[in-house]
Nanobody, 129 residues
Framework: QVQLVESGGGLVQAGGSLRLSCAASGGIFSISKNAMGWFRQAPGKERDFVATISRSGGTPYYADSVKGRFTISRDNAKNTVYLQMNSLKPEDTAVYYC????????????????????WGQGTQVTVSS
C-alpha cells in the first residue's frame, strides 16, 4: 500500500519560510518512477496545483502564484520530495498535499486532481499577516 506522508507545515508570519517534506513508502513503490507534485486547498476552495517535478528532477512546473517564491525538489534515493516556500503570504494559507502520478510532470500540472494516482493526507500551512 502506497503511503505519502507530508511534514513541515505550521504557522509562520508573512514573509517567512517553511520547508515541506513528503516521504513515500509502500511495497515496491518508488518516486523515481513517478512525477511528484504539491497541491493545496484553502478553506471553501478547490484543490489547486502548486508545483510538479519530473521523475529525474528535471524541469519543474509552478503555478503563477508561487513562481519565484517556491521551489520543488526531490531526492529519489530517500524517496522524498520537498517544497521550499519563501516569502510566504497570507493567501498561501491552505492544506498542502503531496501527490504522485505516472504521467509526466507537465501533464500532472494540468490534469484533474481526481485523476491523480496517489495522495498524502495533507499538512496545514498558516501564514499570518
Amino acid at each position: 500500500q502506497v503511503q505519502l506522508v507530508e511534514s513541515g507545515g505550521g504557522l509562520v508570519q508573512a514573509g517567512g519560510s517553511l520547508r515541506l517534506s513528503c516521504a513515500a513508502s509502500g511495497g515496491i513503490f518508488s518516486i523515481s518512477k513517478n512525477a511528484m507534485g504539491w497541491f493545496r486547498q484553502a478553506p471553501g476552495k478547490e484543490r489547486d496545483f502548486v508545483a510538479t517535478i519530473s521523475r529525474s528532477g528535471g524541469t519543474p512546473y509552478y503555478a503563477d502564484s508561487v513562481k519565484g517564491r517556491f521551489t520543488i525538489s526531490r531526492d529519489n534515493a530517500k524517496n522524498t520530495v520537498y517544497l521550499q516556500m519563501n516569502s510566504l503570504k497570507p493567501e498561501d494559507t491552505a492544506v498542502y498535499y503531496c501527490a504522485a502520478d505516472r504521467a509526466t510532470a507537465q501533464a500532472m500540472s494540468v490534469m484533474p486532481v481526481g485523476s491523480i494516482d496517489y495522495w498524502g493526507q495533507g499538512t496545514q500551512v498558516t501564514v499570518s499577516s
